[in-house]
């Protein structure tokens, strides 16, 4: 059996409080929902949004300001974007970035994904089959 170790303050005086002008925060569901599913570069990427985002999540740096802070190339910033964006973590309309607020989790059943309002909708009792093949 495994102990639960018993979290404590280290260093009192240095407890993080958040700063008097700017906004930031990571909902902690990233990394276990989303960081697996994405790139070094776009987990880099995500965290810088997050950090220079305002309170709506908007942030306006270029490409070419991004690559010099997070020490990559421009194209390795356009492949990581693409990640967030595909995964619905961000919004992008040059010169606009917006965090977008994490979807509802997506519970597993039977190797598919399915959504809790698929969960919750009423099952047909005619036996019908989804003539998709597949799992929404």
Not at 7 to 19: A, E, F, I, N, Q
Not at 82 to 92: G, P
Not at 124 to 135: A, I, L, P
């Amino acid at each position: 059996m495994t102990a639960r170790i018993q979290k404590r303050v280290l260093l009192p005086k240095r407890v993080r409080r958040p700063p008097a002008e700017g906004f930031s925060w990571v909902d902690r569901r990233f990394l276990p929902d989303y960081a697996a599913r994405l790139s070094r570069d776009a987990i880099l990427l995500y965290f810088f949004f997050t950090a220079a985002s305002d309170q709506h999540g908007l942030s306006f740096y270029s490409d070419s300001t991004i690559a010099v802070r997070l020490k990559l190339s421009e194209k390795a910033i356009s492949d990581a974007r693409a990640e967030l964006v595909t995964l619905d973590l961000i919004a992008w309309q040059r010169p606009l970035t917006q965090v977008l607020a994490l979807q509802q989790p997506v519970l597993q059943r039977n190797g598919g994904l399915q959504s809790l309002a698929e969960l919750l909708r009423p099952k047909s009792n005619s036996g019908e089959n989804n003539s998709t093949g597949r799992d929404s």
